[in-house]
């Protein structure tokens, strides 16, 4: 149980594009989804938190016009990193919670990469 | 500001050698301390939740404590594919996950 799918798995796009990255609990309803980045051989930081319904919060630092967050169903999220550049290279990587428990269930990751 | 701290950074091991991970942590009001483990190029995979001090978890080589202060991640005579950096995170009240920077474990055969 409790897992969670990301797509895709690896994507490369060209600077000034914008690139989709979809968020799936498979087997519970995630009433609250977490958007992380993990730099190499460092740990991941938080970006922004989605539920279900309203309006992502962003931590300070992540520009919200540059990565567009919807919540639309209780089973997806979805981070669009707009205008993508070189330096948006990174693994990106989701988290889901049911909100019956503490434990967050984490996706496989995405690895972007900005040419 | 809530502070995870991990050590050491990395960690080789001989097959069967047992030794301790650290996490030091400040938290404004800790909800719960997790475990994860994390393969290259793959998301964090779950391995314990601790909620209080004098708590502990254990799964298979590993056992998880958990002070007022830190947390131990024990590895009990481990294998090769025991290889993989390990992850502590705390949760505050308000659900968020606060990362330390991991511990890099290399287990020879």
């Known amino acids: 149980g409790a897992v969670v799918s990301q797509h895709p798995s690896r994507v490369i796009c060209k600077s000034g594009t914008s690139v989709k990255i979809e968020c799936r609990s498979l087997?519970?309803?995630?009433?609250?989804m977490f958007w992380y980045r993990q730099f190499p051989k460092q740990s991941l930081m938080l970006m922004a938190t989605?539920?279900?319904?309203?309006?992502?919060?962003?931590e300070q630092g992540v520009e919200k016009d540059k990565f567009l967050i919807n919540h639309a169903s209780l089973t997806l999220s979805t981070l669009t990193v707009t205008s993508a550049h070189p330096e948006d290279s990174s693994f990106y990587i989701c988290?889901?919670?049911?909100?019956?428990?503490?434990?967050?269930?984490f996706g496989p990751g995405t690895r972007l990469t900005v040419t | 500001e809530d502070q995870v701290t991990q050590s050491p950074e990395a960690l080789r091991l001989q097959e069967g050698e047992s030794s301790s991970l650290n996490c030091s942590y400040t938290?404004?009001?800790?909800?719960?301390l997790f475990w994860y483990r994390q393969d290259p190029g793959k998301g964090p995979e779950f391995l314990f939740t601790?909620?209080?001090a004098g708590e502990e978890k254990e799964k298979e080589r590993l056992k998880a404590t958990l002070t007022k202060k830190e947390s131990f991640l024990h590895i009990t005579a481990p294998k090769p594919e025991d290889s993989a950096t390990y992850l502590c995170?705390?949760?505050?009240?308000?659900?968020?996950?606060?990362f330390g920077a991991g511990t890099t474990v290399t287990v020879r055969a």
């Open positions: 989605s539920n279900e319904g309203s309006k992502a919060t962003y």
């Open positions: 988290s889901a919670t049911d909100g019956f428990s503490y434990e967050q269930y």
């Open positions: 938290v404004s009001g800790l909800r719960g």
């Open positions: 601790l909620y209080s």
């Open positions: 087997d519970f309803q995630a009433t609250t």
């Open positions: 995170a705390v949760q505050p009240p308000d659900y968020k996950l606060s």
